[in-house]
Nanobody, 125 residues
């Protein structure tokens, strides 16, 4: 069983920064990838960023490239997402998720088997 706990959300102004964290726990944690997804009110959940657990290869949706950075600490089983130059359209509940070893397509939410409870990010204009 894997548990994911996000933290770091909040209310900020446009142009500000936030750093989200996601701590994973479990008897023997492993992952193929860790991802961040978000869901804004009235919208479907969307992929934001992912990182392959072993190689560290990263992926981003186009709208956050150059502004968000995903990273991980393998020893602490924690994944981070530094979000800079935040925009009102970044407002959403952000979820971290784990994909099992062997995952190929890291941008698809259905490939992830464990999810955190979500953390709210609100960006005012």
């Amino acid at each position: 069983q894997v548990q994911l706990v996000e933290s770091g959300g909040g209310l900020v102004q446009a142009g500000d920064s936030l750093r989200l964290s996601c701590a994973a726990s479990g008897r023997t944690f492993s992952a193929g990838a860790m991802g961040w997804f978000r869901q804004a009110p009235g919208k479907e959940r969307e992929f934001v960023a992912a990182i392959r657990w072993n190689s560290g290869i990263t992926y981003y949706t186009d709208s956050v490239k150059g502004r968000f950075t995903i990273s991980r600490d393998n020893y602490k089983n924690t994944v981070f997402m530094q979000m800079n130059s935040l925009k009102p359209e970044d407002t959403a509940v952000y979820y971290c998720a784990r994909a099992p070893p062997g995952i190929v397509t890291v941008t698809l939410g259905i490939k992830y088997d464990y999810w955190g409870q979500g953390t709210q990010v609100t960006v005012s204009s």
